[in-house]
């Protein structure tokens, strides 16, 4: 057995891995990295980058099927798959040969890792290393289906869906969160007969309730068949073809199609790890257990981060957990991660969704009073100009200060529009500062005005919102 010692070894060469991989070969530490691969990690491979890609030519597409309102008529529209299917192909090996690069800059050991002890890892291929410091970065994996039948009946998951080489006629999405959309509405733009079950009252349950309301109609408008309030009981075939059996209600229903998508969650990857041997402790639904310097329970030479801490699973929160996590191991720091910020997200459906600071629903469970402001891309010009005219921005301020406490945009390009909330939001802005924020004209950020104007008009009034009656800290009604 080849014994090997290093300074820090990282388990998981992703993007959380490979963050804290450089800033602690920054630091000057012996880094080495350890992944079974295929290297290059979920986002470049499996996840955000071959998705929007992908998303790419459907809204193309779309925008092509829209152009008529602009006075540009097409023509008959055709789609070349196989073209999608390889442009995807080669974009993510082009950006996976460019990750590799960099992490091959390192000691690499390409086996799967598991833990003898706290200290020392197997990595494969007779190799053990040993470390000072460990930081677990494996990130997550698809939740495995608990749906009975679905196995048997056969499906794809959101790895299968953006490798997928034949366009099925029909396809049935289970669940409604952010895969669900975003795969659910690429299908269906490419012509496939889509419907989608999930058991929440709207897509995106986890957003504020308007948003999901939003999305869930823009949905139904565009053809795609959103079964809300709607629980699987079970999956078979019958005559070639799957079916999902469902229960709305009080009533029983089946629903048939080529193909069906799982999309019920991602779950962190610690299976075969040794965590036990190494006494970390862990839930394989919740993650690793670590606490906001990002140490492991019980062990403060061991860190974990990204999605195998179960947290958000978010990229930008993975690479800013992993850098956190190199500075406290190889200085011996307690920096904290603070997710006040850091947990801005957005779905990349159409219109796209976009969320910074705390939602209307966290702050009417927290019992915090506000101020909000709203304005629909239907009132504002360039909107109208453009023909984008789906959706809302909105935004949360304190009654007391005018601070900005929150803001989502559920519109074109949002993904975009709400990085300048974000800024505004990390120098503690409020509302009246954002309003003398000059706004180039006609443009789409300057939609942000309005609320904000808003905002500032009800302090001066004094009319804060204040948290609805029923209304749990866990932000359900009771």
């Not at 090997?4 to 070894?9: E, G, K, P, T």
């Not at 308007?210 to 809300?228: M, P």
């Not at 690793?288 to 801490?309: K, L, Q, S, W, Y």
């Not at 629909?376 to 900005?404: N, W, Y």
Request: with cysteine; charged share 20%.
């Amino acid at each position: 057995m080849n014994r090997i010692r290093h300074d820090l070894v990282v388990v998981g060469a992703g993007s959380a891995g490979y963050a804290a991989a450089r800033t602690a070969r920054d630091l000057g530490a012996d880094v080495a990295l350890v992944d079974r691969g295929p290297l290059g990690g979920l986002c470049i491979l499996r996840g955000c980058m071959p998705s929007k890609t992908l998303l790419a030519s459907s809204d193309a597409l779309q925008d092509m099927r829209d152009a008529a309102e602009l006075g540009i008529h097409a023509g008959e529209i055709t789609v070349d798959f196989p073209h999608v299917a390889r442009r995807k192909r080669e974009l993510v090996k082009e950006f996976a040969g460019f990750r590799i690069e960099g992490i091959r800059n390192f000691p690499l050991y390409e086996g799967p890792a598991r833990f003898l002890s706290p200290h020392v890892l197997h990595a494969g291929d007779g190799v053990v290393l040993e470390a000072a410091k460990f930081i677990v970065a494996t990130g997550s994996v698809v939740a495995p289906p608990a749906i009975e039948g679905l196995a048997q009946a056969g499906f794809i998951d959101s790895d299968g869906a953006l490798d997928i080489g034949t366009l099925p006629k029909s396809l049935i999405v289970l669940g409604g969160g952010y895969i669900g959309c975003e795969l659910g509405q690429f299908f269906a733009r490419m012509g496939v007969k889509t419907t989608i079950v999930l058991r929440s009252p709207h897509l995106l349950s986890g957003e504020d309730h308007d948003i999901g309301d939003a999305l869930t109609a823009y949905f139904r408008e565009e053809g795609i068949e959103v079964l809300t309030g709607t629980r699987v009981l079970r999956a078979s075939t019958r005559a070639g073809r799957k079916v999902v059996h469902v229960r709305t209600g009080d009533v029983d229903a089946e629903i048939d199609a080529e193909e069906i998508l799982y999309c019920l969650g991602r779950v962190p990857n610690v299976a075969g790890l040794g965590l036990d041997e190494a006494g970390i402790a862990y839930h394989p639904i919740a993650g690793i257990e670590v606490d906001d310097t990002m140490r492991v329970a019980g062990d403060p030479n061991v860190f974990a981060i990204g999605d195998v801490t179960g947290k958000h699973l978010l990229v930008h929160v993975a690479i800013y957990e992993g850098e956190i996590a190199a500075r406290n191991a190889v200085l011996g720091g307690r920096e904290r991660a603070v997710y006040d910020l850091q947990k801005t997200h957005t779905i990349f459906s159409e219109p796209q969704v976009a969320v910074a600071g705390m939602t209307e629903r966290e702050l009417q469970a927290g019992g915090v009073a506000y101020v909000k402001g709203r304005y629909a891309f239907a009132e504002h010009g360039k909107a109208q100009c453009l023909g984008k005219t789906k959706g809302f921005v909105k935004m949360m301020a304190s009654p007391l200060d005018g601070r900005i406490l929150g803001a989502a945009v559920i519109g074109a390009y949002g993904s975009d529009l709400i990085h300048e909330v974000v800024v505004a939001m990390h120098y503690g802005a409020s509302v009246q500062e954002f309003m003398r924020i000059p706004h180039l004209h006609p443009t789409m950020a300057e939609i942000w005005t309005y609320p904000a104007e808003e905002c500032a008009a009800q302090m001066l009034a004094g009319a804060p919102v204040e948290p609805e009656p029923g209304i749990a800290r866990s932000g359900i009604a009771r």
